[in-house]
């Protein structure tokens, strides 16, 4: 689970400028109008759609965008048609990539994307290459300020959950898809403060990166997230913990 806990890092530690801010506001309701879409507008009755929304709180996307957001997906108010289109290639390094993506124009994205990979020299591959290498889970991320080690293992114990991971600044928690919203209640009905929480795609092993191809995976990796069209980037990498500091500090 390197490659993610890494990556979630390096997200978290992406200055939040208006502008990304107002690209991940669109992101985020593009998400919630799909998810409705698909599973009605009821979270409590739809997992993703709950994913969508509390991560749409958390990034402080007022109510009212929400709610138009969620009768746009279930025909209440008109709105664009989105299509969910995965991409998936390799990067520098032979590191997997998976790229998730809503799009009112596929030939525009996939021109767009593919030319990300290229520029890298990374590649982008046919349906199936490296998804089978992804497992969907539930992905919870606890500042470790907030508790000891001993009571986060308490907590886990306690929610039994299918796996958890201490890294240098977070206490991690792995569960099922369909746990996420019971986990997140419980959560929450604790008092426990999250600063990650999402519907992940977990790398099933890593590919270790050296000083050279390091920074070029990290440039590609940041541009696909900055496109429109892209919801999320799961890859498969790890990096040496000082290494990844100079990258990112």
Known sequence: ????????????????????????????????????????????????????????????????????????????????????????????????????????????????VRHLFSKSGGNLGENGCVAWMFQKRAFFAIDKQAMSEEGFMDLALELEVDDISIEEETYEIYTAPEDYGPVLDELEKRGVELVAKELTMLPQSSVELGADQAPRLLRLLEALEDNDDVQHVWANFDIDPSLLAEQTG
Request: no cysteine; charged share 25%.
């Open 1 to 112: 689970m390197a490659g993610h806990s890494k990556w979630s890092q390096i997200k978290r530690k992406i200055a939040v400028t208006d502008a990304r801010r107002g690209q991940l506001w669109t992101k985020l309701l593009k998400e919630i109008t799909v998810a409705a879409r698909l599973g009605g507008g009821d979270p409590s009755g739809n997992s993703r759609l709950r994913s969508a929304v509390q991560e749409a709180r958390s990034a402080n996307v007022p109510s009212d965008n929400i709610d138009r957001a969620i009768k746009r997906g279930t025909g209440q108010l008109e709105g664009f048609t989105f299509e969910e289109i995965s991409y998936e290639g390799y990067g520098p390094g032979g590191v997997a990539i998976l790229v998730e993506t809503l799009t009112d124009n596929k030939n525009r994205t996939v021109s767009e």
